[in-house]
């Protein structure tokens, strides 16, 4: 392995490494701070409670946007899509709207709110999805497809936007403050379902990864290759929805990982195979979030920022940098 | 942040930015002087008027002067009988029930003045242009008094803009008396308990900066106030686990969000469990005066009578020392 080589393989894993060790045990107001792992009794309320979940949230998070931006990119076959873009996550917060506001305030509960949220997310990006499959098999072409996604996108974020307005303040205030991404809201019970979940379709996305390669030069590849295309579109539509879904249900909305992630990790990879690049997008979407964690906790005392407008100040000109200093435009 | 004079003919009101005193937001005179003042608007008439905040109401209630207003933001947070009877009957309408001010319902009515407030310049530019159409915006800014006295004695520039100024003196003398004489007995107390506010949305907590209206008053009703170090009268947006470390063992707990029982609470945030004053059951939320609806009158009149917000905290944090009084604003969660 020359040097060139080792430092695109293990740079991702000692920044991952280096991200999650601060995220995990630094604080600017009491600098670091590591616990006794070995004494759980004298692991802190603090740490256990909130500090390890909003942690590994965000890394499971990262992982989850990152892996679906990657074979949605391949599903649109156009290196812009990613949950937002293809509705995925428009769709799941116009849904948990309808949750959060279109429920009269007299008669929501919390109970009501907590189980549905997570439901609703995950149905409505997968709903969206699906409505853009029926409307690709009727019409064709992938470019309808992606400007379906996009259309969905506006209609249902303006959809979300009505509700709001005629909504109460108090149910407004719940929904903007959901809207703002963040892991802090995260909860050690909620991660016994949502790091299974994301486990399985990471899982089931690691099976596919051959025939999604296979398809890469186009569907008539595939089939000669012996791959039921709609069975896979459906598949990749399915585990898409689950993976921003289910995210965007837990965190609230989180922009640009989808997106940049898998770019990050073709660029620095020099690949495009789905065997090869799974685990550095994983890797890149972790870092990302991890990153935009450290920064909404400490770049100003005491006030926490928006991870989600973090995201796009930290992914976009990484990724402009990447671009520029590969040559992009001649890979 | 006002200043009002009186000539033998006119009266005249300058109103200042309580965020940059030197900034005039606003002059305006009215009386049967004929000649024009030098930068001072003349209000031809304050018979009707859109009053743009629940607190306006509240303030023109207390003064039996409710008549006057014609329109409301929302009609939906209003709980005063008096004006809601107007609202059925028709005489006062909503101009911003969606959170956005319908610039031209409001020019329809053609009210005398508009009682109004802004957050930033957007919501100022909107006032203005109703301004530039000729119908006089008097900015209200009293929610950036840091003082809850400060707040409440804008009653006075109501007072003047009523006719009803000696009446709304009289007002404001008796509540910061009232005030007052519940601080010193405050103050007397050695013992304060630490108290924390509000409650987290999303991981989220909005908490009160130390020199807000809420701090003030918990300071000044004989408590410690978490947050106090924290200069400034606005909200710090803080992750719940700094809240938690530092206030997690708070022995009260004031206004949690919208939760009327602890149940809610629980629901927002499972692990709100683990603050102290969850398991002592020393939460109090300022929703006793809220209706079915969820309008509070604690909004039109928490700001109005903070005599009474102070003495209900008195209460709460000292219970021992304080006389006899039912709680006005606040209630103990279920």
Same mark, same amino acid.
């Given at each position: 392995?020359?040097?060139?080589?080792?430092?695109?393989?293990?740079?991702?894993?000692?920044?991952?490494?280096?991200?999650?060790?601060?995220?995990?045990?630094? @604080?600017?107001? @009491?600098?670091?701070?590591?616990?006794?792992?070995?004494?759980?009794?004298?692991?802190?309320?603090?740490?256990?409670?909130?500090?390890?979940?909003?942690?590994?949230?965000?890394?499971?998070?990262?992982?989850?946007?990152?892996? @679906?931006?990657?074979?949605?990119?391949?599903?649109?076959?156009?290196?812009?899509?990613?949950?937002? &873009?293809?509705?995925?996550?428009?769709?799941?917060?116009?849904?948990?709207?309808?949750?959060?506001?279109?429920?009269?305030?007299?008669? =929501?509960?919390?109970?009501?709110?907590?189980?549905?949220?997570?439901?609703?997310?995950?149905?409505?990006?997968?709903?969206?999805? &699906?409505?853009?499959?029926?409307?690709?098999?009727?019409?064709?072409?992938?470019? /309808?497809?992606?400007?379906?996604?996009?259309?969905?996108?506006?209609?249902?974020?303006?959809?979300?936007?009505?509700?709001?307005?005629?909504?109460?303040?108090? =149910?407004?205030?719940?929904?903007?403050?959901?809207?703002?991404?963040?892991?802090?809201?995260?909860?050690?019970? =909620?991660?016994? %379902?949502?790091?299974?979940?994301?486990?399985?379709?990471?899982?089931?996305?690691?099976?596919?990864?051959?025939?999604?390669?296979? %398809?890469?030069?186009?569907?008539?590849?595939?089939?000669?290759?012996?791959? @039921?295309?709609?069975?896979?579109?459906?598949?990749?539509?399915?585990?898409?929805?689950?993976?921003?879904?289910?995210?965007?249900?837990?965190?609230?909305?989180?922009?640009?990982?989808?997106?940049?992630?898998?770019?990050?990790?073709?660029?620095?990879?020099? /690949?495009?195979?789905?065997?090869?690049?799974?685990?550095?997008?994983?890797?890149?979407?972790?870092?990302?979030?991890?990153?935009?964690?450290?920064?909404?906790?400490?770049?100003?005392?005491?006030?926490?920022?928006?991870?989600?407008?973090?995201?796009?100040?930290?992914?976009?000109?990484?990724?402009?940098?990447?671009?520029?200093?590969?040559?992009?435009?001649?890979? | 942040?006002?200043?009002?004079?009186?000539?033998?003919?006119?009266?005249?009101?300058?109103?200042?930015?309580?965020?940059?005193?030197?900034?005039?937001?606003?002059? +305006?005179?009215?009386?049967?002087?004929?000649?024009?003042?030098?930068?001072?608007?003349?209000?031809?008439?304050?018979?009707?008027?859109?009053? $743009?905040?629940?607190?306006?109401?509240?303030?023109?209630?207390?003064?039996?002067?409710?008549?006057?207003?014609?329109?409301?933001?929302?009609?939906?947070?209003?709980?005063?009988?008096?004006?809601?009877?107007?609202?059925?009957?028709?005489?006062?309408?909503?101009?911003?029930?969606?959170?956005?001010?319908?610039?031209?319902?409001?020019?329809?009515?053609?009210?005398?003045?508009?009682?109004?407030? +802004?957050?930033?310049?957007?919501?100022?530019?909107?006032?203005?242009?109703?301004?530039?159409?000729?119908?006089?915006?008097?900015?209200?800014?009293?929610?950036?008094?840091?003082?809850?006295?400060?707040?409440?004695?804008?009653?006075?520039?109501?007072?003047?803009?009523?006719?009803?100024?000696?009446?709304?003196?009289?007002? *404001?003398?008796?509540?910061?008396?009232?005030?007052?004489?519940?601080?010193?007995?405050?103050?007397?107390?050695?013992?304060?308990?630490?108290?924390?506010?509000?409650?987290?949305?999303?991981?989220?907590?909005?908490?009160?900066?130390?020199?807000?209206?809420?701090?003030?008053?918990?300071?000044?009703?004989?408590?410690?106030?978490?947050?106090?170090?924290?200069?400034?009268?606005?909200?710090?947006?803080?992750?719940?686990?700094?809240?938690?470390?530092?206030?997690?063992?708070?022995?009260?707990?004031?206004?949690?969000?919208?939760?009327?029982?602890?149940?809610?609470?629980?629901?927002?945030?499972?692990?709100?469990?683990?603050?102290?004053? +969850?398991?002592?059951?020393?939460?109090?939320?300022?929703?006793?005066?809220?209706?079915?609806?969820?309008?509070?009158?604690?909004?039109?009149?928490?700001?109005?009578?903070?005599?009474?917000?102070?003495?209900?905290? *008195?209460?709460?944090?000292?219970?021992?020392?304080?006389?006899?009084?039912? $709680?006005? +604003?606040?209630?103990?969660?279920?």
């Amino acid at each position: 392995m020359n040097s060139n080589n080792f430092y695109k393989a293990f740079l991702p894993w000692l920044v991952l490494l280096f991200l999650l060790v601060t995220d995990l045990f630094f @604080s600017r107001e @009491s600098g670091w701070y590591f616990p006794n792992f070995f004494n759980t009794q004298s692991i802190p309320e603090w740490f256990g409670e909130f500090r390890f979940p909003r942690v590994l949230s965000a890394v499971f998070a990262g992982m989850a946007l990152s892996i @679906s931006g990657l074979v949605l990119q391949t599903l649109f076959r156009n290196p812009l899509a990613g949950p937002y &873009l293809t509705g995925i996550t428009p769709g799941a917060s116009f849904a948990i709207a309808l949750l959060l506001l279109g429920v009269p305030a007299g008669i =929501q509960h919390p109970v009501l709110q907590n189980l549905g949220i997570t439901g609703a997310g995950m149905a409505g990006g997968i709903l969206v999805l &699906l409505l853009q499959l029926y409307i690709h098999k009727k019409r064709g072409g992938i470019f /309808t497809l992606l400007l379906t996604g996009v259309m969905f996108g506006y209609l249902l974020s303006a959809g979300s936007e009505i509700l709001q307005t005629l909504a109460s303040a108090g =149910q407004v205030k719940s929904f903007v403050m959901w809207g703002m991404g963040n892991f802090d809201r995260v909860k050690m019970e =909620q991660l016994n %379902w949502f790091l299974p979940l994301i486990l399985f379709g990471i899982a089931w996305i690691y099976l596919l990864r051959f025939q999604l390669d296979a %398809w890469i030069p186009g569907d008539m590849y595939a089939q000669n290759a012996g791959i @039921s295309v709609p069975k896979l579109r459906f598949k990749i539509i399915l585990i898409a929805g689950i993976l921003a879904g289910s995210t965007t249900a837990l965190c609230g909305p989180i922009g640009f990982v989808g997106l940049a992630a898998p770019h990050l990790a073709r660029i620095l990879g020099n /690949t495009g195979t789905h065997h090869k690049l799974m685990l550095p997008t994983m890797l890149w979407g972790a870092i990302l979030c991890l990153a935009a964690d450290i920064l909404a906790h400490h770049l100003f005392k005491d006030i926490t920022l928006n991870v989600n407008a973090i995201c796009a100040i930290i992914g976009a000109p990484v990724v402009l940098y990447v671009l520029l200093r590969n040559k992009f435009g001649n890979q | 942040m006002f200043e009002l004079a009186f000539t033998q003919t006119d009266t005249f009101i300058k109103l200042r930015d309580p965020a940059d005193s030197t900034r005039i937001l606003g002059a +305006f005179f009215w009386g049967t002087g004929k000649e024009k003042k030098q930068g001072f608007v003349r209000l031809k008439n304050r018979n009707k008027v859109v009053a $743009l905040s629940a607190v306006f109401v509240g303030m023109m209630e207390a003064l039996k002067s409710e008549n006057r207003i014609i329109a409301v933001d929302n009609s939906g947070y209003i709980t005063s009988k008096r004006t809601n009877t107007r609202i059925a009957e028709g005489k006062v309408i909503s101009v911003a029930a969606s959170g956005n001010l319908q610039s031209e319902k409001i020019f329809k009515l053609q009210p005398d003045l508009i009682l109004g407030y +802004f957050i930033d310049a957007k919501g100022k530019s909107e006032l203005d242009q109703l301004n530039s159409k000729g119908i006089p915006v008097l900015y209200i800014q009293n929610f950036l008094e840091n003082h809850p006295l400060g707040r409440a004695e804008w009653i006075c520039l109501f007072g003047a803009l009523c006719g009803h100024w000696e009446m709304a003196q009289a007002q *404001f003398r008796e509540i910061e008396e009232h005030y007052l004489s519940t601080a010193i007995r405050a103050s007397e107390v050695k013992w304060k308990p630490s108290v924390l506010c509000n409650a987290p949305f999303s991981g989220i907590w909005d908490v009160p900066s130390g020199e807000s209206f809420m701090a003030k008053l918990i300071e000044d009703a004989g408590g410690a106030y978490v947050f106090t170090q924290y200069r400034g009268a606005g909200r710090i947006p803080m992750d719940i686990e700094k809240v938690y470390k530092t206030g997690s063992n708070a022995i009260f707990w004031l206004n949690p969000g919208p939760c009327r029982d602890t149940t809610c609470l629980e629901q927002i945030d499972s692990r709100l469990k683990n603050f102290k004053a +969850f398991n002592t059951g020393n939460i109090y939320n300022s929703t006793r005066m809220q209706n079915k609806n969820g309008a509070n009158a604690w909004w039109e009149y928490g700001v109005l009578r903070p005599d009474l917000a102070l003495l209900d905290i *008195f209460t709460i944090l000292h219970p021992e020392v304080a006389n006899e009084h039912e $709680l006005v +604003f606040f209630e103990k969660l279920n």
